[in-house]
């Protein structure tokens, strides 16, 4: 029974911080009709900005709260730029060009950053401080410590802000009219290119502040993170319907929930042939099964054939 | 056949002469390679030759039926890991390679119809993700099955596989032929080489059949193409299991040259690397396919072993090390190429008409692109 509840909670913090990444592929996705390949880089970015400041502003004297936020600006600003920049030189030009040739120059991005960043940060594992106090509390004989407390939290406040922003104000609305109908909102006055670059940059804002999460959880920082959580994330994003906002919350708790239910379960139900070191794969299964069965996802009114 | 390069076009006058001098060009490319840059550089110009085969086989499914595949270096596994385990001490079985490289090429086109069957109604990106799931699956599963009952002897691979041969003769060490010593990779160059003109040469008879143009015509309407009385849904999963077919017989050759095999060899970067051969080099055309799989392999490596001098000479030092600037200029040079040639450098003419009939915008924007290349 406390297995059941530690898996739980692990479950619902991983699936948070999927379903943070996961809104930014499907906000893309349902703008543009575009898989943003580069988006798991946009997320280790900010983690690794994000421990650059704060291993910049250890060594003065501020206090370690105000660390953390300056780090999760400097994170979130570098992201956002970051975000935009990927629109303009990858997808932009791309507009009317044939299907794949995005999806290419995306994965070029991908590269070079991921590159980049080794470069710049080393192949080495990089250990994230722990700038709070940290304490484990009991749930039933499970153990929740408070970073992951706070990382639920605040991806439950920025999943309302980012409905809050997208049903119910201007920019929300011009976000929904392009998906819609790119032409037809342009007719009507939507500034198309400023509304795509706006929303990048807000996925890629939510990409920084899961990276930052993603890295106080595990307390490791790597130029390789992103790859998996990005891969994992867009899953999400299919799981609960790509292209609605509720799919990819959900579809991101689902799918953490099932991972580590699986990877907690399937060593002693298989006699362990298959143990949690495939963890991976059920995130798959999951995928494939999904699409197989209920193709526009758990929460998605499109069909699958849109291509 | 619009599309064919020159020198392979069946009924032009002098057309022999061009394919004698080609012909003679690739008999000795091995010895001019080995003279000329050394023995490693033989091994890559082997490697291409692997990777022309396998692009040519992603190009039958991302080229002429348009499902793109991202997960395709998971066929390249399952041919390479069937060599593996019925040719190495693994097992303890030797099963002779005429025998093994069949079951192999089986092996995978039975997976690439299993995974076709039922991911085949999707379209697009779904069918993207699904097939990217599927690599990685696999490569998992080869990574994790050496515990409690070792298969695949988990990341350490497979090595000590026995080389390629036919009766008594190998292809693993040096054999005399006609008063010539002809080394290992020389040998696996000949080999590979044949192998590759059967491909193309398959391939450019897939194009121009009935079962390439329903490919074709389910690329560019898929209800249309039912319409017509196509069996959508078979020709597909044709498609995908002969796609599959390549991949397997890739791999095999790849564990028999290597002589080692590991889940690291087929990771998604692999199955990523076969695409861009596609697309960059232009998909659905033979040529371009050729190209871009010369291309990106011979010139990473020419970066790996171009960059350190340079940055020594420009810099005085080493400011980045070869194999980060190999991976950065090759990301740089996927978005260039795209962006500068979205329909890839060598495009097939029957999509760049395609293209231009029916994208009145984009043609506006590429004009310049497409007036050049005319």
Known sequence: MEILLQQIINGLVQGSVYALVALGYTMVYGILGLINFAHGEVVMVGAMVALAVIKVLLATALSPVLVLLLSLLAAVGVCMALGYGIERVAYRPLRHAPRLAPLITAIGVSIVLQTLAMIIWGREYHAFPQLLPNASHSIGGAVINEVQIAIVLVAVLMMAGLLLLVHRTRLGRAMRAVAENPSAAALMGVNINGVISTTFMLGSALAAVAGLMVSANYGIVHYYMGFMLGLKAFTAAVLGGIGNLRGAMLGGVMLGLIESLGAGYSGALTGGMFGSNYQDVFAFIVLIAVLIFRPSGLLGERVAERA | ?374
């Open chain 2, 1 to 374: 056949m619009r599309n064919v390069p020159d020198f392979l076009r069946p009924n032009k006058r002098n057309a022999w002469l061009a394919f004698v001098a080609l012909g003679l060009l690739l008999l000795v490319l091995p010895f001019a390679t080995d003279a000329l840059l050394g023995r490693g550089w033989v091994r890559i110009v082997d490697f291409a030759l692997l990777y022309i085969m396998l692009a040519l086989g992603l190009n039958i499914v991302v080229g002429y039926a348009g499902l793109l595949d991202l997960g395709y270096v998971a066929f390249f596994a399952v041919g390479a890991y069937t060599y593996a385990l019925l040719g190495s001490p693994q097992f303890g079985l030797h099963l002779p390679f005429w025998i093994v490289l069949p079951i192999g090429a089986t092996l995978a086109c039975i997976f690439g119809a299993l995974l076709g069957a039922p991911t085949l109604k999707l379209r697009g990106d779904y069918l993207a993700i699904v097939t990217l799931g599927f690599g990685e699956i696999i490569r998992i599963f080869l990574n994790n099955l050496n515990a409690p009952l070792n298969i695949t002897n988990g990341p350490q691979g497979i090595s000590q596989i026995d080389a390629i041969r036919v009766a008594e003769f190998s292809l693993g060490r040096s054999q005399e032929l006609f008063g010539i010593t002809l080394p290992s990779v020389h040998l696996h160059y000949y080999l590979f080489l044949a192998l590759t003109l059967l491909v193309i040469f398959i391939s450019l008879r897939l194009q121009d059949s009935r079962i390439g143009r329903a490919w074709m015509a389910i690329r560019e309407d898929e209800v249309a193409a039912s319409a017509m009385g196509i069996n959508t849904r078979n020709i597909k999963l044709l498609a995908f299991a002969m796609g599959a077919t390549f991949g397997g017989v890739a791999g095999g050759l790849f564990a028999g040259f290597q002589g080692f095999v590991s889940p690291e060899s087929f990771s998604l970067m692999e199955s990523i690397m076969i695409l861009c051969m596609v697309v960059l080099g232009g998909m659905g055309n033979i040529g371009g396919v050729v190209l871009g799989g010369v291309l990106l392999v011979v010139l990473p490596e020419a970066l790996r072993n171009g960059a350190g001098p340079v940055q020594q000479v420009l810099f005085g030092k080493t400011l980045i090390d070869p194999e980060s600037l190999r991976m950065l200029l090759f990301g740089v040079a996927l978005i260039v190429v795209m962006l500068w040639r979205p329909a890839g450098l060598w495009p097939s003419s029957q999509r760049q008409r395609e293209l231009e009939a029916h994208d009145g915008e984009a043609q506006q924007e590429q004009d310049t692109v497409y007036d050049a290349s005319r």
